[in-house]
């Protein structure tokens, strides 16, 4: 099993900036693509962006292109989000996510099976 610990969120301006973190433990070598997902409170989990297992390859919720980059040290077990020019639609708890099983690019949140507890991100207008 992966444990999964995620940082940096927070209250920022619109326009600012975050850079979100996700410290990976345990069975790390069993950590292969990787994921953000966010979730705003009465609306569903959805997809922010992915990488594969190498981190060269990576996917971005049409929202937030442009604006977010997506990136994994595989070397000190870390992923990571920069999150620019923030909006205020972009506030929800992020969470980062590990798949044991799927190498590639994974869309879909039923292929992941370890999730951090979220790191909240406010945006004010």
């Known amino acids: 099993q992966v444990q999964l610990v995620e940082s940096g969120g927070g209250l920022v301006q619109a326009g600012g900036s975050l850079r979100l973190s996700c410290a990976a433990s345990?069975?790390?070598?069993?950590?292969?693509?990787m994921a953000w997902f966010r979730q705003a409170p009465g609306t569903e989990r959805e997809l922010v962006a992915a990488?594969?297992?190498?981190?060269?390859?990576?996917f971005y919720a049409d929202s937030v292109k442009g604006r977010f980059a997506i990136s994994r040290d595989r070397g000190a077990n870390m992923l990571y989000l920069q999150m620019n020019n923030l909006k205020p639609e972009d506030t929800a708890v992020y969470s980062c996510?590990?798949?044991?099983?799927?190498?590639?690019?994974?869309?879909?949140?039923?292929?992941?099976?370890?999730w951090g507890q979220g790191t909240q991100v406010t945006v004010s207008s």
């Open positions: 345990g069975r790390t070598e069993r950590s292969f693509a």
């Open positions: 990488t594969n297992w190498i981190g060269g390859s990576s």
């Open positions: 996510a590990s798949s044991s099983k799927e190498f590639g690019i994974v869309t879909m949140p039923q292929k992941y099976d370890s």
